[in-house]
């Protein structure tokens, strides 16, 4: 389905852009590939690396925040696929400028929808984060109110064939910013800082990550919020694997952390389906999209996939 397809992604510089746009040039053949982004030596960057590196023949850089949506609507001309990867998302700096959040997370993801429906794009998928689940920072309620909103969009789509859905998952293994790379950092000092002994986290590969969501590309109807089955990890257990050498030193637990995260709350597990290696998290209104499935439709699918 992706071959000879249009496709943009929204904060395509970063580490889920990298790995998803480089899977799409070694395993698929679209016609043109967009990187939405807003720093200009990120880019630059990503264009001399490889896969990307003398591939203008596909590749197009699109400086622009997703916060301007003149410039998105620009971008968005002859797509085809949006993935929505760009976020403000690390929670201390999220709390310390909570409307430059907003702004990003909130407002951009509006101006992305508004964008995509202008343009006709026909697929979106909005990358979300399991601190959506029962937030209690700024970042997980940001990107609540932002899956709302993409869910949402199916209703006013009017006679466009666009589809929104979104994907929800825990913390990338390796990718900037998190946990792995600065236990890697940090132990050539000797100390592991670990915020509290007892805290877990859901984990995936950045690649698992990257098929994960063109699996929902092609499974998509309009409106559902997918969760892979990931394992749950102590951040205990990560410390002592990469240095078993080196001394936890607790430091306690950061502004708007939770001791353990969750995917799917106890009220949406009402209106959740199973599959073999993943749910789907139905929307509570699904208005007038005809895209979408009836919940017994969907539970029928359910049941087959899992052979229940």
């Known amino acids: 389905m992706l071959n000879g397809c249009n496709i943009l992604v929204t904060g395509g510089t ?19 590939i967009v990187v939405y982004s807003r720093d200009e030596l990120k880019q630059f960057e990503m264009s001399n690396r490889v896969p990307f ?20 609507e620009r971008a968005m001309e002859g797509i085809d696929i949006v993935v929505h990867a760009a976020a403000l998302k690390q929670v201390p700096a999220a709390e310390y400028n909570p409307f430059e959040a907003v702004k990003t997370n909130i407002i951009g993801g509006q101006n992305v929808i508004d964008a995509c429906l202008a343009a006709n794009v026909k697929s979106v998928i909005a990358l979300s984060t399991d601190k959506a689940a029962a937030p209690i920072n700024l970042y ?17 789509r009017g006679a466009r064939g666009i589809r929104f859905s979104v ?4 913390n990338v293994l390796g990718s900037r910013g998190s946990v792995v790379p600065f236990f890697q950092q940090r132990r050539p000092s000797g100390i592991l800082p670990v915020t ?3 805290m877990t986290r859901f984990s995936i590969t950045l690649q698992q990550g990257v098929d994960f969501v063109l699996d ?24 002592k694997a990469i240095a078993p050498e080196c001394r936890i030193e607790v430091v306690g637990i950061r502004p708007g952390e939770k001791l353990h995260e969750e995917m799917i709350t ?19 209104n699904s208005g007038d999209n005809p895209n979408f499935l009836s919940a017994e439709k969907l539970r029928d699918l359910a049941a087959t996939e899992l052979h229940v």
């Open 266 to 284: 106890d009220t949406d597990s009402l209106n959740t389906l199973e599959f073999d290696g993943y749910y789907v998290i139905l929307p509570s």
């Open 216 to 239: 929902c590309l092609k499974r998509m109807w309009g409106g559902e919020l997918f969760v892979p089955k990931i394992p749950s990890y102590r951040i205990l257990d990560v410390a």
């Open 14 to 32: 970063g580490s889920f852009g990298n790995r998803f746009i480089a899977t799409l040039i070694e395993h698929h053949k679209p016609n043109k």
């Open 140 to 156: 997980g309620a940001t990107k609540l109110c932002s899956d709302k909103l993409f869910v949402a969009a199916n209703n006013y």
């Open 53 to 72: 590196a003398g591939r203008g023949d596909i590749m197009r850089y699109f400086l622009g925040d997703v916060r301007d949506l003149q410039r998105l």
């Open 196 to 198: 509290d002994e007892r």
């Open 167 to 170: 994907v929800r998952y825990g």
